[in-house]
């Protein structure tokens, strides 16, 4: 008998700006425009680091602006100037059907 499985893929990249509502991210870098950028730092500060989980959870209505984001269980307003320098990896998964393991019997 066949089992579907759900299998995660990760691999689609886009800026935290891009990200559609309700879609998991991983974190992978902030970007930087000078050694000493304070947005960038304060992002980092704020838990916007390599290997976190990021959502997008609404936007405004205005130029949808500013962007809810949740990363673990605190929730930020950012403009979308500063969400554009956090580059996140899309959580994309699909289902698999696979077949159970057949067992060994003792001889």
Not at 72 to 92: I, K, M, Y
Request: glycine share 4%; proline share 5%.
């Amino acid at each position: 008998m066949l089992q579907l499985r759900t299998i995660p893929i990760w691999r689609l990249l886009v800026r935290l700006s891009e990200l559609p509502r309700r879609t998991t991210a991983i974190v992978l870098d902030v970007e930087a425009i000078s050694s000493n950028d304070a947005v960038a730092r304060r992002l980092r500060e704020l838990g916007f680091v390599n290997g976190e989980r990021v959502e997008v959870m609404a936007a405004g209505p205005v130029g949808a602006e500013p962007l809810l984001v949740q990363i673990g269980f605190t929730r930020f307003a950012l403009r979308r100037r500063e969400a554009d320098r956090v580059q996140v990896r899309v959580a994309v998964s699909v289902d698999v059907a696979i077949e159970p393991r057949a067992t060994v019997e003792a001889a």
